[in-house]
Structures are given as structure tokens and as C-alpha cells.
């Protein structure tokens, strides 16, 4: 006959405060493994004018050489974001940049070619398991400008993600600007963009979000247009040079740009004296 002892449970405070320690040790632990780190870098800022032989942005419009492209392509702006996180220990989750967000401050003047712009995107790197390293978009997001001077906005997809890995993964984004061809323009001289990318560091949780700044200058050069207008001496008057009733005058008018920068539609309006009549020009 088997006989059960009764068993006495010895109620113990240091080992009760010992044993919730070390739960909540482990639920907090727990929570750490979902808790993404990443590490984001903004870099590999370009500038890529749309006329080659300038290195600069021109205040009021955008040249490409040989036709007017402000309000298509602009110049091109081209920057790399990426996360060197290591991602342990578990790169699907761990160090993931989620649910990214991306706006760039711009000073008067600079506006993109159109709104909504098409911003081509690429990926590099990441790891192999993971496989999430790819373009945002498919290859292509959008950027939306409300006015010229006020701040850009790159529009991602919902739940877009840059993820960590031993290889970063990085996305390039490239992107157009242009000065615009009204007033206000750009001053002259090295303007500054401010990127502002931000992340969550916890999946869909705002109260996660961080933010990392960078800065990069762009130069911008103006136009300066000087318009002179000279009479020509009658020939038939060696000494005065002056013109009989009825003679035909002449006058030249030159154009000059005495600026660093381009013009564009530079537009010349002459009205002679109410005693001449225009007979030809050239």
C-alpha cells in the first residue's frame, strides 16, 4: 500500500523576491531580442549637373547643354542610406531600420523639376538569409514638394524596412532639383539640403522613432546680364557724325552676361525715339 506524504510549502520572501527578479529578468531580456539597434548612415552625396561642363546649379532654371530641362529632369541629386548593424543575433529581426521616412530641407528657391518626382532607388548588400535588402518601391518611390523652398518628402511604401546584416545593406536613392525660374531664387554661393531620415526602432511603434541628420552644400552661380546700346557715327558727317532728316541711323545694342551662372530667356525691349522708324535688324 503506497501511502502519499502531505507535502508543506514553505513560503520564503528573499526567495520569492529572488525568483520574480529573475522572471522579469528574462521577460525583459525576451524583449530585448525584438528590439531593433541599427546603425544608419547617410552618405555618397552626388551632384550631377544635367550640362557636364559646369559643377555647379544655376539660380533661375536648370540648362542641359542645349535645351531648358527645369521643369523635367533638373540636375541630379544622389545620396546612400544605409545600416552596418550587425544584426545578431538574428538578422531577420534584430537591428532592422523599420517603417522608414525620409524628407529633405531646401533653401528658397530650390523646388524638384515636378510634384510628385519619380526617385529611382536601388539596393546593395544585406545578408544572404535575410533577403530583404531589395530596392524600395520595386525601383522606383516618388518625392512631393508642395512649394519651392518648402521642405521635400520621399514617400515610401508602408512597412518599408533597412534591414542590418554583417554585409550593410544599402539603398541609393537618385533624384532631381532645380533653381526655380521665378522669384525667389537660390542665392549665390553654397547652399545647404538637410536629409532627415527617420526610423522605428520597434515594429509599427511611433513612440520608437529616431531620426538621423546629414547635411550636404550644393554651389549656385547667377547670371548677370548687362545690355548696352551704342549709336553709330554717319559716316557722311566725319566730324559730328550726326544724321539728316531721312537718313537711316544705326544703333548696336549688345548683350552681355557678366555673371558665373546661365540666363535663360533673356529678352531684350528697345522702343526708339517717336521720330525713327524701325527699317531693319540684325
Known amino acids: 500500500m503506497r501511502v502519499n506524504s502531505p ?22 531580456a525576451g524583449l530585448q531580442v525584438v528590439h531593433a539597434q541599427p546603425a544608419v548612415t547617410l552618405d555618397n552625396f552626388e551632384f550631377i549637373p544635367a550640362d557636364g561642363a559646369r559643377g555647379y546649379m544655376d ?4 540648362w542641359d547643354g542645349t535645351a531648358e530641362v527645369t521643369d523635367s529632369t533638373g540636375d541630379t541629386f544622389r ?15 534584430d537591428d532592422v531600420a523599420f517603417d522608414i521616412g525620409l524628407s529633405l530641407n531646401v533653401p528658397d528657391g530650390f523646388r524638384l523639376p515636378a510634384s510628385p518626382f519619380t ?7 544585406g545578408d544572404a538569409l535575410a533577403g530583404n535588402c531589395t530596392a524600395p518601391g520595386g525601383g522606383s518611390i516618388t518625392a512631393t514638394q508642395a512649394a519651392a523652398g518648402d521642405p521635400i518628402t520621399f514617400v515610401f511604401p508602408g512597412d518599408t524596412n533597412l534591414p542590418g546584416g554583417s554585409t550593410p545593406c544599402a539603398y541609393t536613392l537618385t ?34 522613432r529616431q531620426t538621423v541628420n546629414a547635411q550636404t552644400d550644393v554651389e549656385v552661380r547667377a547670371g548677370d546680364v548687362i545690355v ?8 557722311a558727317d566725319p566730324v559730328n557724325g550726326a544724321y539728316a532728316d531721312g537718313e537711316t541711323a544705326e ?27 524701325l527699317t531693319t535688324l540684325q
Open 251 to 277: 544703333w548696336i545694342v549688345s548683350v552681355f552676361n557678366n555673371g558665373t551662372g546661365g540666363t535663360f530667356e533673356v529678352l531684350v525691349d528697345d522702343t526708339p525715339n517717336t521720330s525713327f522708324d
Open 228 to 235: 548696352t546700346k551704342t549709336a553709330v557715327p554717319n559716316p
Open 119 to 125: 526617385v529611382t532607388t536601388a539596393a546593395t548588400g
Open 79 to 93: 545620396l546612400r542610406i544605409s545600416n552596418s548593424a550587425a544584426g545578431t543575433p538574428d538578422p531577420l529581426i
Open 175 to 208: 533624384f532631381g532639383l532645380t533653381s526655380d525660374d521665378a522669384a525667389p531664387f537660390p542665392a549665390p554661393g553654397l547652399n545647404p539640403l538637410d536629409y532627415a531620415f527617420s526610423y522605428n526602432e520597434i515594429d509599427n511603434d511611433a513612440g520608437s
Open 7 to 28: 507535502v508543506h510549502l514553505h513560503r520564503s520572501p528573499g526567495r520569492l523576491s529572488a525568483y520574480c527578479c529573475a522572471w522579469l529578468f528574462l521577460l525583459v
Open 59 to 62: 539660380a533661375g532654371g536648370t
